[in-house]
């Protein structure tokens, strides 16, 4: 069987490719040929997990038994959210250079077939919600109604950035939840710092469509922000780091945490300074350069919980 034909903002040379043909479309449906989004989507749980951590002797063992549900999760759960976004968006798609050979726009997959889908991918996420405590599995359900909403919210405000972000970070309180079995002022603080540092580098995403947005009607800070698109993001990651240093300070990490906060305002500083946001090329790499910044904010916990205390003192087995 031949292969589908690759839409125009696939990954070259990714192991999609390699794959069955009858394989590659939904594969594709999926973003596997684009990991980005499920670092994007665990960093948060991470981020959670770990400050949720801090002053507990929790075993070391939960926290990666946790780390993986979530790892899980993550992948099962952005695949879901992509497959409904082109679900909802496959009559935009077909009118956008970049996306009209997705799988749904293009015909290589129907919109049952993607359905059926979404469903089982929909049930993985559920198997991994399932194990945790019931106050998490409560939050975890009512994530659903941010990325339900999602691909109708660039239809009717300039802002679906935002409602990504919700969406996109729930589970930074998820982390500190399935610890806590409740939710503090630490967690909040991380996950309004996680939105705001979401619609900036989607913001920075979406001015790679922004031409073809404007003709069919399709809304984003993007086009809102325009010109002050970098001026709006000296304030949108601005806003994060400090959300994010003064939930540190709430849980009284160690002074390794704001070294690590530094590091990361430097690394997104440097995405504002770099981007050219009528280039797609550069606003694509940068935007992927996410990947490393959350890894940052999140050895910066990691080190902020870990050092507070030593190591065997923190964890036990």
């Given amino acids: 069987m031949a292969a589908a034909p690759k839409p125009a903002d696939s990954v070259r040379r990714s192991f999609v490719d390699r794959a069955p043909a009858g394989l590659q479309p939904w594969l594709r449906l999926a973003r596997f040929d684009r990991p980005i989004g499920f670092w994007l989507l665990f960093w948060p749980c991470a981020f959670g997990l770990t400050l949720g951590a ?23 759960m952005r695949a879901a959210g992509c497959v409904w976004n082109d679900i909802a968006d496959r009559d935009i798609d077909a009118a956008v250079a970049r996306t009209r050979g997705r799988p749904l726009p293009s015909g290589a997959i129907s919109v049952r077939g993607a359905l059926v889908f979404l469903v089982l991918l929909a049930l993985t996420g559920l198997a991994v ?26 239809r009717i405000t300039h802002w679906p950035q935002a409602v990504l972000g919700v969406a996109f970070n729930w589970g930074a309180p998820m982390g500190w939840a399935v610890i806590h079995g409740d939710l503090a002022l630490p967690p909040y603080l991380l996950f309004v710092g996680c939105i705001l540092w979401t619609i900036g580098y989607d913001t920075i995403y979406a001015h790679q469509d922004k031409e073809d947005d404007a003709i069919v009607g399709v809304k984003s800070t993007a086009l809102m922000f325009g010109a ?20 540190g300070l709430q849980v009284k990490l160690h002074q390794a945490y704001y070294l690590g906060l530094a590091i990361l305002a430097f690394q997104l500083a440097g995405q504002i300074v770099r981007v050219k946001l009528d280039n797609a090329t550069s606003c694509l790499a940068v935007f992927r350069s996410n990947r490393d910044a959350g890894a940052i904010l999140f050895l910066s916990l990691l080190a902020g919980v870990a050092l507070e205390r030593s190591v065997m003192d923190q964890f036990t087995f």
């Fill in 228 to 247: 002050a698109t970098k001026p709006m993001l000296w304030l949108l990651y601005g806003g994060a780091i400090v959300c994010w240093t003064v939930a």
């Fill in 129 to 154: 919600l399932l194990q945790f405590n019931r106050f998490s599995v409560l939050l975890g359900l009512a994530s659903l109604v941010p990325v339900a909403i999602y691909p109708f919210m660039k």
């Fill in 54 to 76: 801090h002053g507990l002797n929790v075993p070391l063992s939960r926290l990666l038994l946790y780390a993986l549900l979530f790892a899980v999760g993550a992948i099962a």
